[in-house]
């Protein structure tokens, strides 16, 4: 059974209502329930008459390092099989952490830990290492995201990608890690043990110099299918380094994110390149990067060649026109692989959105979903996309 009552303010009436039941549940969601650290005392007494939880998620910035304790130390003398722990927000700090080692050690069936956005810092980091290290557990999913790290965690933290043959998500968005931090990561990431799938690094002040170790596991790293580095002033040389590794026949990586790096139409040609060899990335994430029609255009070219597999393609808020949807349309109608395009708060207009029309009305047309936000057109061209909806039900048009 579960309990999920994620963002229900609840009253002490319900709270008192819920407590003796909360044994009974194997899943227990309470994120933005306005739980206390009074709560918490009860919450850890039932938790410890639990022998069937599995998941327990506790987002609440009012629980601080007491509370979030109580409910860890009872989690360590519980006799539940949790697989899924989730403190995301819960106002706990380095401090806090002292308990992670302990606890961590006596969950030997935990797969997945979320501790971001709590202020952890390089010390708690550095004790949650420590405990991950020891732990018999077979954790497959870690997300550290907006929790202080930096550079100085790198090491510690690639200890456990090393260690963790069994560690396929790492989510680490959001932390001052810096191209030192990269450079720190990359070893453990080539480590021949290194299972790793998904990497997220969104806004970890990485640079084109970062970008050189990530050529390297993009490279080497079979496994890695999933990578963001949206957020980081990579500009075109580091583009230019990512795709340096995307071109490999080794490289099975599936979706990349790269909003918001500094990009422009320079960088086309390289992902233009990737994109009529890479028979393995599904994904691409370009928004909000100044490539204009010209970049776009390129992209369109390569995408327009037989074999390409790309399925989704985001284009929000880069510059392109009513002169760059002649190219989109054009690909609308050649690629029978992209079946979801995004174009929003792009500066086109009537002509471009009727060109896009236009082809999604043929019926060689595969394209699945189109994103529209903050366009604006005229009720003529409103009339044109209500009526295509309505002829091709399987087109859904966001806007």
Known sequence: MSLDLQYEQLSEAR???????????????????????????????????STCLEELSLRCGALGNAGAGLVLRSLQDSPCAIRTLSLQDCGLTGAGCAALPAVLRALPTLRELNLSDNALGDAGLRLLCEGLLDAPCTLEKLKLESCGATSASCKELGS????????????????????????????????????????WLWECDVTAEGCRDLCRV??????????????????????????????????????????????????????????THNRALQELQMSSNKLGDAGVQQLCQSLSQPGTTLRVLWLGDCDV???????????????????????????MGDPGVLQLVQSLQQPGCALEQLVLYDIYWTAQADERLSALEQSKPNLRIIC
């Open 15 to 49: 709270w008192a209502e819920l407590l003796p039941l909360m044994p009974q549940y194997n899943v227990i969601r309470l994120d933005d329930c306005g739980l206390t650290e009074a709560w918490c005392a009860d919450l850890s007494r039932a938790l410890q008459a």
């Open 321 to 347: 026109t009513d002169r760059g949807c002649a190219a989109l349309a054009a690909l609308l109608l050649s690629s029978p692989s992209l079946r979801e395009l995004d174009l929003s708060n792009n500066p």
């Open 218 to 275: 993009l490279r080497a790293k079979e496994s890695l299918r999933e990578l963001s580095v949206a957020g980081n002033e990579l500009g075109d040389r580091g583009a230019q380094l990512l795709c340096e590794g995307l071109r490999e026949p080794s490289c099975q990586l599936e979706s990349l994110w790269v909003k918001t790096c500094g990009l422009t139409a320079a960088s086309c040609p390289h992902f233009a390149a990737v994109l």
């Open 160 to 199: 456990i990608v090393a260690a963790k043959d069994s560690l396929q998500e790492l989510a680490l968005g959001d932390n001052k890690l810096g191209d030192a931090g990269i450079a720190a990561l990359c070893p453990a990431l080539l480590s021949p043990s290194s299972r790793l799938k998904v990497l």
